[in-house]
T-cell receptor, first 116, second 115 residues
Framework: GENVEQHPSTLSVQEGDSAVIKCTYSDSASNYFPWYKQELGKRPQLIIDIRSNVGEKKDQRIAVTLNKTAKHFSLHITETQPEDSAVYFCAASIKGVKAAGNKLTFGGGTRVLVKP | DVKVTQSSRYLVKRTGEKVFLECVQDMDHENMFWYRQDPGLGLRLIYFSYDVKMKEKGDIPEGYSVSREKKERFSLILESASTNQTSMYLC??????????????FGSGTQLSVL
Protein backbone atom coordinates (compact mmCIF):
# COMPACT_ATOMS: atom_id res chain seq x y z
CA GLY A 1 0.00 0.00 0.00
CA GLU A 2 0.86 3.68 -0.02
CA ASN A 3 3.51 5.00 2.35
CA VAL A 4 3.92 8.72 3.04
CA GLU A 5 6.93 10.14 4.85
CA GLN A 6 7.00 13.70 6.15
CA HIS A 7 9.92 15.88 7.24
CA PRO A 8 10.79 17.57 9.48
CA SER A 9 8.82 16.38 12.47
CA THR A 10 9.25 19.78 14.17
CA LEU A 11 10.02 23.18 12.70
CA SER A 12 10.66 26.41 14.54
CA VAL A 13 10.75 29.68 12.57
CA GLN A 14 10.84 33.38 13.33
CA GLU A 15 7.73 35.34 12.53
CA GLY A 16 7.98 36.64 8.99
CA ASP A 17 10.29 33.87 7.78
CA SER A 18 9.25 31.05 5.44
CA ALA A 19 8.51 27.46 6.41
CA VAL A 20 8.83 24.43 4.16
CA ILE A 21 7.54 20.93 4.87
CA LYS A 22 8.40 18.03 2.57
CA CYS A 23 6.64 14.73 1.90
CA THR A 24 7.47 11.72 -0.20
CA TYR A 25 5.09 9.00 -1.32
CA SER A 26 5.67 5.49 -2.58
CA ASP A 27 2.80 4.66 -4.94
CA SER A 28 3.22 6.27 -8.36
CA ALA A 29 -0.54 5.82 -8.93
CA SER A 30 -1.34 8.41 -6.23
CA ASN A 31 -2.99 11.41 -7.81
CA TYR A 32 -4.38 13.58 -5.01
CA PHE A 33 -2.29 15.35 -2.33
CA PRO A 34 -4.03 17.38 0.38
CA TRP A 35 -2.56 19.22 3.35
CA TYR A 36 -4.37 19.44 6.69
CA LYS A 37 -3.69 21.84 9.55
CA GLN A 38 -4.48 20.94 13.14
CA GLU A 39 -4.31 23.70 15.72
CA LEU A 40 -3.81 22.74 19.33
CA GLY A 41 -6.89 20.98 20.69
CA LYS A 42 -8.80 21.33 17.44
CA ARG A 43 -9.77 19.06 14.57
CA PRO A 44 -7.68 18.81 11.36
CA GLN A 45 -8.87 21.06 8.55
CA LEU A 46 -8.00 21.04 4.87
CA ILE A 47 -5.90 24.07 3.90
CA ILE A 48 -4.81 23.28 0.36
CA ASP A 49 -4.66 20.36 -2.04
CA ILE A 50 -3.10 19.56 -5.39
CA ARG A 51 -3.82 17.00 -8.06
CA SER A 52 -1.30 15.20 -10.20
CA ASN A 53 -2.14 17.14 -13.32
CA VAL A 54 -0.59 20.36 -11.91
CA GLY A 55 2.83 21.14 -10.54
CA GLU A 56 2.06 24.06 -8.22
CA LYS A 57 -0.87 25.69 -6.51
CA LYS A 58 -1.02 28.87 -4.42
CA ASP A 59 -3.50 30.31 -1.98
CA GLN A 60 -2.38 33.60 -0.44
CA ARG A 61 0.62 32.80 1.79
CA ILE A 62 0.60 29.05 1.25
CA ALA A 63 1.69 27.08 -1.78
CA VAL A 64 2.13 23.44 -2.61
CA THR A 65 4.47 21.98 -5.22
CA LEU A 66 4.43 18.50 -6.68
CA ASN A 67 7.20 16.56 -8.42
CA LYS A 68 5.62 13.40 -9.80
CA THR A 69 8.88 12.04 -11.17
CA ALA A 70 10.57 12.19 -7.78
CA LYS A 71 7.33 11.36 -5.94
CA HIS A 72 7.53 14.24 -3.53
CA PHE A 73 5.46 17.28 -2.70
CA SER A 74 6.01 20.24 -0.42
CA LEU A 75 4.10 22.87 1.52
CA HIS A 76 5.50 26.40 1.57
CA ILE A 77 4.29 29.03 4.02
CA THR A 78 5.61 32.55 3.44
CA GLU A 79 5.61 35.49 5.87
CA THR A 80 4.75 33.21 8.77
CA GLN A 81 2.53 34.53 11.55
CA PRO A 82 1.88 33.20 15.07
CA GLU A 83 -1.47 31.79 13.93
CA ASP A 84 0.42 29.48 11.57
CA SER A 85 1.64 27.56 14.63
CA ALA A 86 0.02 24.11 14.35
CA VAL A 87 0.63 20.54 13.28
CA TYR A 88 0.54 20.06 9.52
CA PHE A 89 -0.20 16.72 7.85
CA CYS A 90 0.40 15.81 4.25
CA ALA A 91 -1.53 12.97 2.63
CA ALA A 92 -1.77 11.05 -0.61
CA SER A 93 -4.48 8.99 -2.22
CA ILE A 94 -5.42 7.11 -5.33
CA LYS A 95 -8.81 7.84 -6.72
CA GLY A 96 -10.70 4.56 -6.49
CA VAL A 97 -12.05 2.86 -9.55
CA LYS A 98 -15.33 2.37 -7.75
CA ALA A 99 -17.26 5.25 -6.28
CA ALA A 100 -15.95 4.57 -2.80
CA GLY A 101 -14.25 7.84 -2.17
CA ASN A 102 -10.60 8.28 -1.53
CA LYS A 103 -8.55 6.42 1.01
CA LEU A 104 -6.05 8.93 2.31
CA THR A 105 -2.66 7.89 3.69
CA PHE A 106 -1.22 10.56 5.99
CA GLY A 107 2.32 11.51 6.83
CA GLY A 108 3.51 11.61 10.43
CA GLY A 109 2.92 15.33 10.85
CA THR A 110 5.10 18.42 11.34
CA ARG A 111 4.75 20.59 14.40
CA VAL A 112 5.38 24.18 13.35
CA LEU A 113 6.14 26.84 15.93
CA VAL A 114 6.26 30.47 14.82
CA LYS A 115 8.18 32.58 17.32
CA PRO A 116 7.14 36.23 17.60
CA ASP B 1 -21.12 24.04 7.59
CA VAL B 2 -20.67 20.28 7.98
CA LYS B 3 -20.95 19.01 11.49
CA VAL B 4 -19.28 15.78 12.54
CA THR B 5 -20.03 14.96 16.15
CA GLN B 6 -18.28 12.40 18.29
CA SER B 7 -20.17 11.30 21.37
CA SER B 8 -17.36 11.61 23.92
CA ARG B 9 -14.36 13.93 24.18
CA TYR B 10 -12.62 11.83 26.85
CA LEU B 11 -13.16 8.19 27.74
CA VAL B 12 -11.44 5.98 30.30
CA LYS B 13 -11.94 2.22 30.08
CA ARG B 14 -10.43 -0.87 31.62
CA THR B 15 -8.55 -3.61 29.78
CA GLY B 16 -10.95 -6.19 28.37
CA GLU B 17 -13.97 -3.89 28.26
CA LYS B 18 -16.05 -3.54 25.12
CA VAL B 19 -15.92 0.06 23.95
CA PHE B 20 -18.22 1.90 21.55
CA LEU B 21 -17.21 5.17 19.90
CA GLU B 22 -20.03 6.93 18.11
CA CYS B 23 -19.89 9.42 15.26
CA VAL B 24 -22.74 11.30 13.62
CA GLN B 25 -22.61 13.65 10.60
CA ASP B 26 -25.38 15.93 9.44
CA MET B 27 -24.51 16.58 5.80
CA ASP B 28 -25.71 13.41 4.13
CA HIS B 29 -22.16 12.32 3.30
CA GLU B 30 -21.78 8.85 1.85
CA ASN B 31 -18.24 8.22 3.11
CA MET B 32 -17.28 7.94 6.74
CA PHE B 33 -13.89 7.10 8.27
CA TRP B 34 -12.29 6.21 11.59
CA TYR B 35 -8.66 7.25 12.17
CA ARG B 36 -6.45 7.01 15.19
CA GLN B 37 -3.90 9.72 15.86
CA ASP B 38 -0.66 8.99 17.69
CA PRO B 39 2.32 11.37 18.04
CA GLY B 40 4.80 10.93 15.21
CA LEU B 41 2.58 8.44 13.38
CA GLY B 42 0.09 10.89 11.90
CA LEU B 43 -3.43 9.71 11.25
CA ARG B 44 -3.83 6.03 10.50
CA LEU B 45 -6.99 4.67 8.91
CA ILE B 46 -8.76 1.94 10.88
CA TYR B 47 -11.95 1.38 8.84
CA PHE B 48 -14.06 3.27 6.40
CA SER B 49 -17.54 2.97 4.95
CA TYR B 50 -18.85 4.26 1.64
CA ASP B 51 -22.47 3.31 2.12
CA VAL B 52 -24.91 2.01 4.70
CA LYS B 53 -23.95 -1.48 5.88
CA MET B 54 -20.77 -1.32 3.78
CA LYS B 55 -17.33 -1.33 5.39
CA GLU B 56 -13.74 -1.71 4.30
CA LYS B 57 -10.60 -2.30 6.31
CA GLY B 58 -8.09 0.47 6.52
CA ASP B 59 -4.42 0.12 7.37
CA ILE B 60 -4.78 -0.96 11.02
CA PRO B 61 -8.11 -2.80 11.49
CA GLU B 62 -6.87 -5.42 13.97
CA GLY B 63 -8.74 -5.29 17.27
CA TYR B 64 -11.51 -3.07 15.86
CA SER B 65 -14.85 -3.49 14.15
CA VAL B 66 -17.38 -1.00 12.82
CA SER B 67 -21.07 -0.64 12.27
CA ARG B 68 -23.01 1.57 9.86
CA GLU B 69 -26.72 0.90 10.16
CA LYS B 70 -27.75 4.44 9.18
CA LYS B 71 -26.15 6.81 6.72
CA GLU B 72 -25.43 9.50 9.30
CA ARG B 73 -23.93 7.25 11.99
CA PHE B 74 -20.65 5.29 12.02
CA SER B 75 -19.62 3.40 15.13
CA LEU B 76 -16.20 2.07 16.06
CA ILE B 77 -16.13 -0.94 18.37
CA LEU B 78 -13.22 -2.21 20.43
CA GLU B 79 -14.31 -5.76 21.25
CA SER B 80 -11.82 -6.16 24.11
CA ALA B 81 -9.91 -2.99 24.84
CA SER B 82 -6.16 -3.23 25.35
CA THR B 83 -3.64 -0.67 26.60
CA ASN B 84 -2.11 -0.30 23.13
CA GLN B 85 -5.43 1.09 21.95
CA THR B 86 -4.98 4.17 24.11
CA SER B 87 -5.09 6.93 21.53
CA MET B 88 -6.97 9.86 20.04
CA TYR B 89 -9.71 8.60 17.72
CA LEU B 90 -10.95 10.85 14.93
CA CYS B 91 -14.05 10.31 12.85
CA UNK B 92 -14.37 11.97 9.44
CA UNK B 93 -16.84 12.14 6.59
CA UNK B 94 -16.79 13.18 2.94
CA UNK B 95 -18.97 13.27 -0.10
CA UNK B 96 -18.81 10.28 -2.41
CA UNK B 97 -16.67 11.29 -5.33
CA UNK B 98 -16.24 10.23 -8.83
CA UNK B 99 -15.80 13.93 -9.13
CA UNK B 100 -13.56 16.43 -7.49
CA UNK B 101 -14.39 16.98 -3.86
CA UNK B 102 -12.54 14.63 -1.54
CA UNK B 103 -12.36 17.02 1.41
CA UNK B 104 -12.52 15.28 4.77
CA UNK B 105 -14.53 16.85 7.58
CA PHE B 106 -13.29 15.71 10.96
CA GLY B 107 -14.95 15.38 14.32
CA SER B 108 -13.29 16.89 17.38
CA GLY B 109 -11.90 13.53 18.48
CA THR B 110 -12.23 11.11 21.40
CA GLN B 111 -9.21 10.67 23.66
CA LEU B 112 -9.46 7.08 24.85
CA SER B 113 -7.39 5.83 27.76
CA VAL B 114 -7.34 2.10 28.45
CA LEU B 115 -6.06 1.26 31.93
Amino acid sequence: GENVEQHPSTLSVQEGDSAVIKCTYSDSASNYFPWYKQELGKRPQLIIDIRSNVGEKKDQRIAVTLNKTAKHFSLHITETQPEDSAVYFCAASIKGVKAAGNKLTFGGGTRVLVKP
Amino acid sequence: DVKVTQSSRYLVKRTGEKVFLECVQDMDHENMFWYRQDPGLGLRLIYFSYDVKMKEKGDIPEGYSVSREKKERFSLILESASTNQTSMYLCASSLRTGGTNEKLFFGSGTQLSVL
